[in-house]
T-cell receptor, first 115, second 114 residues
């Protein structure tokens, strides 16, 4: 079945450590997105990518980095510069980033906590 | 600046009841509006997408309407079932600013009691 796979489901970060969240899709979608979800706040966009080797900052990119070396993969690194990384991270994809009739498909998320 | 509000924040109903969830937005210049469902600890599932030129969309027991002029959308769930229990989120894609991103509401947490 086509879909988006995020791993791991749970992740723990130590002080000063960088961690990488995986996102893989087999939907042949060009656009991919990373969101952060916190209690009492709407989803916030961290980064998005329209095509391979291209990505753009969202609203809260500080302390995060991404790469898009393959169409299927869009990993997110939470760096030590992100001082409040505890959140639920969601990866999504869509056919492209055009505004018309493009529903986003989501993975099951990764919950990141601080040790 | 586009803002999306969902009311109520939480709703509890007995099984079989018809119910309406509300979503309002401040800027009527939108490309589309989407309704999503989120189960606890899970990702989001797209339910319905209404383009700006449309008035409503239907899928099974779900019907979503859009009134751009008043900045409102409703999600109607007919004959609710315990399996409908989840958080329902709406999101709009606006003309203004970066139209590549969605503006999200905080969601309505729905509990359908057997």
């Amino acid at each position: 079945d086509g879909g988006i796979t995020q791993s791991p489901k749970y992740l723990f970060r130590k002080e000063g450590q960088n961690v990488t969240l995986s996102c893989e899709q087999n939907l042949n979608h060009d656009a991919m997105y990373w969101y952060r979800q916190d209690p009492g706040q709407g989803l916030r966009l961290i980064y998005y990518s329209q095509i391979v080797n291209d990505f753009q900052k969202g609203d809260i990119a500080e302390g995060y980095s991404v790469s898009r070396e393959k169409k299927e993969s869009f990993p997110l690194t939470v760096t030590s510069a992100q001082k409040n990384p505890t959140a639920f991270y969601l990866c999504a994809s869509s056919i492209d980033v055009g505004p018309d009739n493009q529903p986003q498909h989501f993975g099951d998320g990764t919950r990141l906590s601080i040790l | 600046k586009q803002e999306v509000t969902q009311i109520p924040a939480a709703l509890s109903v007995p099984e079989g009841e018809n119910l309406v969830l509300n979503c309002s937005f401040t800027d009527s210049a939108i490309y589309n509006l989407q309704w999503f469902r989120q189960d606890p600890g899970k990702g989001l599932t797209s339910l319905l997408l209404i383009q700006s030129s449309q008035r409503e969309q239907t899928s099974g027991r779900l019907n979503a309407s859009l009134d751009k002029s008043s900045g409102r959308s409703t999600l109607y769930i007919a004959a609710s079932q315990p399996g409908d229990s989840a958080t329902y989120l709406c999101a709009v894609r606006s003309y203004a600013g970066n139209n590549r991103k969605l503006i999200w509401g905080l969601g309505t947490s729905l509990a359908v009691n057997p």
